[in-house]
């Protein structure tokens, strides 16, 4: 049941003194213990080995991480909730939301979150990270797309979660790049040039992009996230004070484990869901 | 890694013309899909049997489900943002927000949340669910848990997620129940009265009394809730649709599996936590 796309993944990063960037992120770890439990602070030193495995234009866990979460109308509450839980709990790591115009933002559902800053006035960002939505009308409009293209030109990671990948690629900065997207959308990534991977995380450009599949996936993209750019203990440590110790009651999470009638009813809602080509207000 | 506590959870449902629960679901479900799948809507009509099967006081998925979060300052949004998106999505099923003051509410880290109702407007629930939170404060005062305990008295179902366990125990209502909790604050459960049971998801009273542990037992509590109380097929739709499919890339979601340095971080910031009598603002 479980889809880890660690051997599917693109672009594992080049090694770097015989460690791979799994070796190099252990040894972070053990580096950083003393300077964890002694001083109270969650972050350490970044280790030389971790700097080198790191690559160029890539951050250490000593870097500040300023994170930009873009949320629009009919965006979906879970695709972002997950990630900011663990992002919030990292060390030396800053959450923004932005919207378009700023102040709350009625989600999926009629939920209401805020309050947010308007994308304009933020002028750049290490992360962005763009989650999906059921109405995507506002996220592809011209004005939203063009905050969107900019803040991903400047930013070190450009990442999505669920349909969150076609806001990105309709802004064209996923050409050619691989991107994860929700099972049910993930075939028109191609419409955008980007080319769709069926894992619940994927990376390209040696992990510049880095891509969540639908709605939960974020729990385990965030997680991936974290013990890259902040090391693997503090990810660690997210995920214990999460709980992430998951158990779910039914074999249902992905159309591989569903029952086919359940596809069905998801292609009653979604149509076209069950060949990656469902639509939603807003993509063409 | 799985934490499965089917087997471990109290009560099973009392047997009736030699169906289990379970059987009644899965007739339920194969009785229901005629009607999901030719009518566009997600609720079928219950059998006979599942309606015997849910016994005195228990719904059938006939039977409107309206759902109350109680979310007050300081809470955590993953806690009820998993099952939010879950019980949004089922059939027949109506999820309100409220809190003390109605409005926005301000949860931990500062992410506002709303518009809730005012939980004094709210007559009735047939199932309240407490999230747990960071600061307990606003949540343990009088006023908050004399809302609590008349809308739990009240209601077919009481449940929680998280530390949402300890708001509802210290209202008297957990008193001699079985309840799950957050690892790192079970164990306080027992100093109001209610028994702590270090599990993922736990039942008592038939199912009445429901609740998850830490923060992202959420999802996982809710599937199970949505397959008792809406049917296993509506739950296993859920699930799909959230792609909930999980797939961490660490092993640390419960202290069985993490790391003892990693344990020792958490005991630093929630001292404690390994003896499952860590503290936060508002719990004695």
Known sequence: MTNDSENTSSDEQPKSGGYSRRDALKLASVATLGAIVGGGALLG??????????GAGMLSPADPLNIVIAVYPGGTLLDFAGPSEIFHRLPNTNVRYASLDGGYVTLEFGVRYGKTERLADIAKADMILV??????????????????????????????????????????????KRSACHWAF?????????IPVPDRFVEDDNGRFMSGGGVTAGIDFAL?????????????FTQLLIEYDPAPPFHSGHPRDARPEVIAM???????ASKGLARVPGVR
């Open 45 to 54: 030193r970044a280790t030389p080995a971790l700097a080198k495995a790191a």
């Open 131 to 176: 989650p999906g939505g059921s109405d995507l009308t506002v996220a592809m409009s011209p004005e939203y797309q063009a905050q969107i293209r900019r803040l991903a030109e400047g930013a070190k990671y450009v990442t999505s979660v669920c349909n969150g990948s076609l806001v990105l690629a309709a802004t064209g900065v996923l050409k050619g």
């Open 186 to 194: 993930v075939n028109k990534l191609s419409e955008y040039g980007a």
């Open 224 to 236: 991936r996230v974290a013990g890259r750019l902040r090391g693997q203990q503090a990810a660690e």
């Open 266 to 272: 998801v292609d009653k809602v979604l149509p076209g």
